[in-house]
């Protein structure tokens, strides 16, 4: 699950960036996203520990971080899903992709706590 958080990790940083980048640098909260990011990338490279507990203790902070960043946008993609873009489509948009990938995350990650419960893997 480690490689899957990295590969999300990098999406959201992507989604930051490009947003930043593509509103003329000139609203850093578009870098929202980014900061997700980066918090999944150094507690997904602390979840390759070979340590069990620090493995499970890293994988719940992950899924943590990954519910948060979809509950936090989820108004986002409500407002992409009916149309109700506002003032700042591009923040709606990136609100909206940062939901989706959060979620995608989140659903992951419980399927793969759900295998490692009943295969007594971890």
């Known amino acids: 699950m480690a490689k899957v958080t990295l590969v999300f990790a990098v999406l959201l940083i992507a989604l930051g960036l490009i ?31 070979p340590n069990e507990s620090r493995r499970k203790l ?9 519910l948060l960043g979809f509950l936090g946008t989820i108004m ?25 990938l959060c979620f995608l995350y989140v659903i992951l990650c419980v399927r793969s706590f759900i295998v490692a419960r009943r295969t007594g893997k971890v």
């Open 58 to 66: 890293f994988a719940h902070i992950n899924v943590t971080l990954g």
């Open 19 to 49: 947003g930043f980048i593509g509103t003329g640098s000139q609203y850093p909260t578009s870098l929202i996203p980014a900061g997700f990011g980066m918090l999944l990338g150094i507690f997904g490279f602390l979840s390759m520990s």
């Open 76 to 100: 986002g993609l409500i407002h992409v899903l009916t149309g109700k873009l506002g003032p700042m489509p591009a923040a709606t948009e990136a609100k909206a992709a940062m939901s989706v």
